[in-house]
């Protein structure tokens, strides 16, 4: 299905993109070409077949829950763009 | 030296022929020589790649007898290597050096590997020529004006060119075996939870696979002893006896069931490449292997049920990404969404974004069912083609990609691109295992064959593999241009 310029938008913010005017053209043409490939699905029937999520038919395995990592705290946030005090910084969000 | 087996080079280790150390900055100065050329490696770890060689000789000289001991070994930048830089090949991780390792890198530490550096590979994973790394294109040994194909382009570059002795991949849906095909050299990748996905980021989780990348299918074997095994990080990863994938290397192939599927040989193959394989499977019945067509029936919906689950999947896996706790953030954000979307429109390439915009439409309300459900079932019809094939024969073989390798900047729409993997993705939709080895050479570029096996059967498909490459030499044409020159260890 071809989709239109909203409906770009629309999923660009589901997404977390930021899809700009000049890219806008483009980037819906793609992606309308892409549909167009996976519509080929849409021609066999598949009414009485159950869906495979995995490739293995497997359980998934459990353990016992106990405390397995070590807190590192502080070498995992020297790695942010912005902390203090222990804490992650981000643009402010309530007033 | 540094055109040699692991198989060899373990040998020459052994027998105190040659160091950890002397080998090591052999490859050190072959990548000086080639990397600027070829763009293999993102990152090169010079002076702890010697050091890791001085351990590992001071190791043998102790008595440790690890069969990969002093054996240089490049990752590709999708494994996180500890205080190492860990790119994924993506501005978003590109100052980005990983407080801990893969359970692979660990492994191979374990085993005595010396880490040369890290690869060059398509961004996140996503792209069949490697062009679309933040780092820039890697160039193919055979011609530098051709791309090595993709996604693990970096680690296939890098083992034709000889500029490390053996390489780690991922596949996808075709990620280890394509380039494998377009550089000239063995690929494999295991069946699905065979090796650990822990500390691999994460593209398509169903789907991600690591395996090995190397010059041989007993080189395939020795690092896949190393590599495979239940880690308890990894909730996928699947709890089998630990096998011996070298032992079955050299069992003749009287009576194997090689089965030939139609749908790999029809329209769209290119001439050259069917001869090739053609003749590969003439080999085999010389061998004494039966050959027998199968029906894939389903194989054509591969591609489009594929690029609805891996993207799927990926706009999930990618979401971790914020510029919040690590990685790129983009300047002076006015709020918390400005944050987010500007980060991640200015961290992630247009491959990486129009994929992440494809599975989060697939997944979102109103549209499950006619995708990602619809996905679901087609995936299912095509394992059922192969539990259907496997009842019949014992390894399917056909051709890896439909042609060589094509030229740098030649495929500009993205649909083409998703179409180099048609052979190889049906594979991971069912989990399979499958290697990909060199099969012939066309107008001076090398070609390669897919050999499918049962889940599990790995040792079977590196058997099938090795006995070829016993009767054949097309493993060892090197890329001329570049080859190897005398005298370089």
Not at chain 2, 34 to 39: D, I
Not at chain 2, 101 to 122: H, I, P, Q, S, Y
Not at chain 2, 210 to 229: F, H, V
């Given at each position: 299905?071809?989709?239109?310029?909203?409906?770009?938008?629309?999923?660009?913010?589901?997404?977390?993109?930021?899809?700009?005017?000049?890219?806008?053209?483009?980037?819906?043409?793609?992606?309308?070409?892409?549909?167009?490939?996976?519509?080929?699905?849409?021609?066999?029937?598949?009414?009485?077949?159950?869906?495979?999520?995995?490739?293995?038919?497997?359980?998934?395995?459990?353990?016992?829950?106990?405390?397995?990592?070590?807190?590192?705290?502080?070498?995992?946030?020297?790695?942010?763009?912005?902390?203090?005090?222990?804490?992650?910084?981000?643009?402010?969000?309530?007033? | 030296m540094i055109?040699s087996t692991v198989a060899e080079i373990a040998a020459a280790l052994k027998a105190g022929d040659i160091s950890s150390v002397e080998i090591t900055q052999a490859y050190l100065?072959?990548?000086?020589?080639?990397?600027?050329?070829?763009?293999?490696?993102?990152?090169v770890c010079e002076e702890s790649a010697l050091e890791q060689a001085a351990a590992a000789d001071a190791a043998r000289s102790a008595g440790n007898t690890s069969p990969l001991l002093g054996i240089p070994i490049a990752h590709?930048?999708?494994f996180?290597t500890k205080d190492i830089?860990?790119?994924?090949?993506?501005?978003?991780?590109?100052?980005?050096?990983?407080?801990y390792n893969a359970t692979v890198v660990e492994r191979f530490n374990d085993a005595g590997t010396v880490l040369l550096g890290?690869?060059?590979?398509?961004?996140?994973?996503?792209?069949?020529?490697?062009?679309?790394?933040?780092?820039?294109?890697?160039?193919?040994?055979?011609?530098?004006?051709?791309?090595?194909?993709?996604?693990?382009?970096?680690?296939?570059?890098?083992?034709?060119?000889?500029?490390c002795a053996m390489a780690t991949?991922?596949?996808?849906?075709?990620?280890?075996?394509?380039?494998?095909?377009?550089?000239?050299?063995?690929?494999?990748?295991?069946?699905?939870?065979?090796?650990?996905?822990?500390?691999?980021?994460?593209?398509?989780?169903?789907?991600?696979?690591?395996?090995p990348?190397t010059?041989?299918?007993e080189d395939?074997a020795l690092m896949l002893n190393a590599m495979a095994g239940?880690?308890?990080?990894?909730?996928?990863?699947?709890?089998?006896?630990a096998?011996d994938?070298t032992?079955?290397?050299?069992?003749?192939?009287?009576?194997?069931?090689?089965?030939?599927?139609?749908?790999?040989?029809?329209?769209?193959?290119?001439?050259?490449?069917?001869?090739?394989?053609?003749?590969?499977?003439?080999?085999?019945?010389?061998?004494?292997?039966?050959?027998?067509?199968?029906?894939?029936?389903?194989?054509?919906?591969?591609?489009?049920?594929?690029?609805?689950?891996?993207?799927?999947?990926?706009?999930?896996?990618?979401?971790?990404?914020?510029?919040?706790?690590?990685?790129?953030?983009?300047?002076?954000?006015?709020?918390?969404?400005?944050?987010?979307?500007?980060?991640?429109?200015?961290?992630?390439?247009?491959?990486?974004?129009?994929?992440?915009?494809?599975?989060?439409?697939?997944?979102?309300?109103?549209?499950?069912?006619?995708?990602?459900?619809?996905?679901?079932?087609?995936?299912?019809?095509?394992?059922?083609?192969?539990?259907?094939?496997?009842?019949?024969?014992?390894?399917?073989?056909?051709?890896?990609?439909?042609?060589?390798?094509?030229?740098?900047?030649?495929?500009?729409?993205?649909?083409?691109?998703?179409?180099?993997?048609?052979?190889?993705?049906?594979?991971?939709?069912?989990?399979?295992?499958?290697?990909?080895?060199?099969?012939?050479?066309?107008?001076?570029?090398?070609?390669?064959?897919?050999?499918?096996?049962?889940?599990?059967?790995?040792?079977?498909?590196?058997?099938?593999?090795?006995?070829?490459?016993?009767?054949?030499?097309?493993?060892?044409?090197?890329?001329?241009?570049?080859?190897?020159?005398?005298?370089?260890a």
């Amino acid at each position: 299905m071809a989709l239109d310029k909203s409906e770009v938008e629309k999923i660009a913010h589901l997404a977390r993109l930021h899809v700009s005017d000049s890219e806008a053209e483009e980037v819906t043409t793609r992606i309308t070409d892409i549909l167009a490939l996976i519509d080929q699905m849409q021609s066999v029937d598949t009414e009485s077949v159950e869906p495979l999520a995995h490739p293995l038919d497997v359980v998934q395995r459990l353990r016992i829950d106990e405390v397995t990592e070590e807190n590192q705290r502080e070498s995992l946030q020297k790695l942010a763009p912005a902390s203090e005090d222990g804490l992650y910084l981000v643009p402010k969000v309530l007033e | 030296m540094i055109n040699s087996t692991v198989a060899e080079i373990a040998a020459a280790l052994k027998a105190g022929d040659i160091s950890s150390v002397e080998i090591t900055q052999a490859y050190l100065n072959r990548i000086a020589k080639l990397n600027g050329e070829l763009n293999a490696f993102i990152t090169v770890c010079e002076e702890s790649a010697l050091e890791q060689a001085a351990a590992a000789d001071a190791a043998r000289s102790a008595g440790n007898t690890s069969p990969l001991l002093g054996i240089p070994i490049a990752h590709k930048d999708i494994f996180c290597t500890k205080d190492i830089l860990t790119t994924c090949g993506s501005r978003m991780l590109h100052n980005f050096v990983s407080p801990y390792n893969a359970t692979v890198v660990e492994r191979f530490n374990d085993a005595g590997t010396v880490l040369l550096g890290k690869t060059n590979m398509d961004e996140f994973a996503m792209g069949s020529s490697n062009e679309t790394s933040f780092f820039g294109d890697v160039k193919n040994p055979w011609n530098t004006e051709c791309v090595p194909g993709g996604s693990s382009g970096g680690s296939a570059a890098a083992v034709a060119a000889d500029l490390c002795a053996m390489a780690t991949g991922t596949d996808t849906g075709g990620s280890i075996r394509q380039p494998a095909a377009f550089c000239g050299i063995t690929g494999f990748k295991p069946s699905y939870g065979r090796v650990s996905r822990w500390g691999m980021i994460a593209f398509a989780s169903s789907l991600d696979q690591a395996g090995p990348i190397t010059k041989s299918a007993e080189d395939a074997a020795l690092m896949l002893n190393a590599m495979a095994g239940l880690d308890e990080k990894d909730s996928t990863s699947i709890d089998r006896p630990a096998e011996d994938f070298t032992a079955s290397l050299n069992q003749p192939l009287k009576g194997l069931r090689i089965g030939v599927p139609k749908q790999h040989f029809a329209e769209g193959l290119s001439m050259e490449v069917e001869k090739a394989v053609r003749a590969a499977l003439a080999e085999y019945e010389k061998l004494g292997a039966i050959i027998k067509e199968v029906d894939l029936t389903n194989s054509h919906l591969s591609v489009s049920a594929y690029y609805v689950v891996a993207p799927a999947e990926a706009s999930a896996n990618l979401s971790r990404f914020d510029g919040v706790r690590y990685g790129y953030r983009c300047e002076d954000p006015v709020d918390l969404e400005d944050m987010y979307k500007r980060t991640r429109s200015e961290g992630f390439g247009e491959e990486v974004k129009r994929r992440i915009m494809i599975g989060t439409y697939a997944l979102s309300a109103g549209y499950y069912d006619a995708y990602y459900r619809k996905a679901q079932k087609i995936r299912r019809l095509i394992k059922e083609d192969f539990d259907r094939a496997f009842a019949e024969v014992d390894v399917i073989i056909g051709p890896t990609s439909p042609h060589t390798a094509f030229k740098l900047g030649s495929k500009s729409d993205p649909v083409s691109m998703y179409l180099e993997d048609i052979y190889t993705i049906a594979v991971n939709l069912a989990g399979l295992p499958a290697a990909s080895i060199p099969v012939g050479m066309a107008n001076g570029m090398p070609m390669g064959m897919q050999i499918i096996g049962a889940y599990f059967d790995e040792a079977k498909i590196l058997n099938v593999a090795h006995q070829f490459q016993q009767h054949t030499d097309w493993h060892k044409q090197k890329p001329g241009p570049i080859a190897s020159s005398e005298g370089e260890a």
